[in-house]
């Protein structure tokens, strides 16, 4: 287990450093200037020279890399052209819009998606599962920002049930903040709850082909009992594979749907950002996303020797 461990934190390292390399090289490869952005199309040559010897935009791009990455290692993401504030600031104050709605989707679609994929597979070829395959290909297929849409048009226009966009803030209360992020959290959830309620269905119906499970069923034990205390926790190993990749899509996912609905999060940042050629906040907060994902998968990996005892026992 040691080593599994050991594993893991160093491919986390490893992924980090490429993903840091990877994120700068992208944005030093982006057409525009900071500086010319910032300035506009009117501002002389000396003055754009002048602000970028401010911004440290004319150093070699190397000794930037390496000034940032330092940076990040103390804590400090370093600070924003555009905001004139420090990145760590504007982070943690989106962070807190972006990271709860990521959350509440993803306990909306396992909500919805474990359950009907348990049931599609215990009703394997039947009307139900049919219709349930159906339902959740069309779910599946459809664009979040499309579904963000239709339900802001049917829920917020149409019926009036919540609110169409915005965010009211922490501070005037639980229960309006959650209405606003409602809707989002649906238009992320329901295409990631197909997918999951599929990969569930899938397989519950390999685990209830095993040895064992056809043993238990030999030995009397019932259907339903067989499925909770057999054949469920094989299931989650995937299931919890799967978990770990849609977080990592939901948190992306933000970018777009954040727009749609104007919410002040992590994933509006960035596209502000990236308008306005605000290079260090790009990279700083992309690079936290980027951390955020893989701590999560680290989490899931671990949840892995709860799963499967194997691996807790060092065994394949």
Same mark, same amino acid.
Not at 250 to 279: H, K, M, S, W
């Given at each position: 287990?040691?080593?599994?461990?050991?594993?893991?934190?160093?491919?986390?390292?490893?992924?980090?450093?490429?993903?840091?390399?990877?994120?700068?090289?992208?944005?030093?490869?982006?057409?525009?200037?900071?500086?010319?952005?910032?300035?506009?199309?009117?501002?002389?040559?000396?003055?754009?020279?002048?602000?970028?010897?401010?911004?440290?935009?004319?150093?070699?791009?190397?000794?930037?890399?390496?000034? /940032?990455?330092? +940076?990040?290692?103390?804590?400090?993401?370093?600070?924003?052209?555009?905001?004139?504030?420090?990145?760590?600031?504007?982070?943690?104050?989106?962070?807190?819009?972006?990271?709860?709605?990521? !959350?509440?989707?993803?306990?909306?679609?396992?909500?919805?998606?474990?359950?009907? +994929?348990?049931?599609?597979?215990?009703?394997?070829?039947?009307?139900?599962?049919?219709?349930?395959?159906?339902?959740?290909?069309?779910?599946?297929?459809?664009?979040?920002? /499309? !579904?963000?849409?239709?339900?802001?048009?049917?829920?917020?226009? /149409?019926?009036?049930?919540?609110?169409?966009?915005?965010?009211?803030?922490?501070? +005037?209360?639980?229960?309006?903040?959650?209405?606003?992020?409602?809707?989002?959290?649906?238009?992320?959830?329901?295409?990631?709850?197909?997918?999951?309620?599929?990969?569930?269905?899938?397989?519950?119906?390999?685990?209830?082909?095993?040895?064992?499970?056809?043993?238990?069923?030999?030995?009397?034990?019932?259907?339903?009992?067989?499925?909770?205390?057999?054949?469920?926790?094989?299931?989650?190993?995937?299931?919890?594979?799967?978990?770990?990749?849609?977080?990592?899509?939901?948190?992306?996912?933000?970018?777009?749907?954040?727009?749609?609905?104007?919410?002040?999060?992590? +994933?509006?940042?960035?596209?502000?950002?990236?308008?306005?050629?605000?290079?260090?906040?790009?990279?700083?907060?992309?690079?936290?996303?980027?951390?955020?994902?893989?701590?999560?998968?680290?989490?899931?990996?671990?949840?892995?020797? /709860?799963?499967?005892?194997?691996?807790?026992?060092?065994?394949?």
């Amino acid at each position: 287990m040691i080593l599994f461990l050991i594993r893991k934190i160093l491919w986390a390292a490893a992924t980090l450093a490429v993903a840091s390399v990877l994120v700068f090289a992208a944005l030093e490869i982006v057409p525009g200037d900071p500086a010319q952005v910032m300035l506009g199309i009117n501002a002389t040559d000396d003055a754009i020279a002048a602000l970028r010897e401010d911004l440290g935009l004319n150093k070699p791009a190397l000794e930037r890399y390496f000034s /940032w990455i330092f +940076g990040l290692l103390q804590g400090d993401l370093g600070k924003s052209y555009t905001y004139s504030v420090a990145v760590r600031e504007l982070v943690a104050d989106r962070i807190t819009i972006s990271l709860p709605l990521a !959350l509440l989707a993803l306990v909306m679609s396992t909500a919805i998606a474990i359950p009907v +994929g348990l049931y599609a597979a215990t009703k394997r070829g039947s009307i139900a599962d049919t219709t349930i395959m159906a339902v959740t290909q069309v779910g599946y297929a459809i664009p979040n920002f /499309w !579904l963000a849409l239709l339900l802001v048009y049917i829920l917020a226009i /149409w019926l009036q049930l919540v609110p169409a966009g915005g965010f009211p803030g922490w501070d +005037g209360g639980l229960v309006p903040a959650l209405k606003a992020l409602f809707l989002p959290a649906v238009s992320l959830a329901l295409p990631q709850a197909a997918i999951l309620s599929r990969i569930t269905r899938s397989a519950l119906l390999d685990t209830m082909g095993e040895d064992y499970i056809r043993t238990a069923r030999a030995k009397g034990l019932s259907f339903r009992a067989t499925i909770w205390k057999h054949a469920l926790r094989n299931t989650m190993i995937p299931v919890l594979t799967i978990l770990g990749l849609q977080f990592a899509y939901l948190l992306a996912g933000t970018i777009v749907i954040e727009n749609v609905f104007y919410l002040p999060g992590l +994933g509006r940042l960035i596209f502000q950002a990236i308008a306005l050629r605000d290079l260090i906040v790009v990279e700083s907060a992309v690079m936290m996303l980027v951390a955020t994902i893989i701590l999560i998968n680290l989490v899931v990996d671990l949840a892995y020797l /709860w799963a499967d005892p194997r691996l807790r026992h060092g065994r394949p």
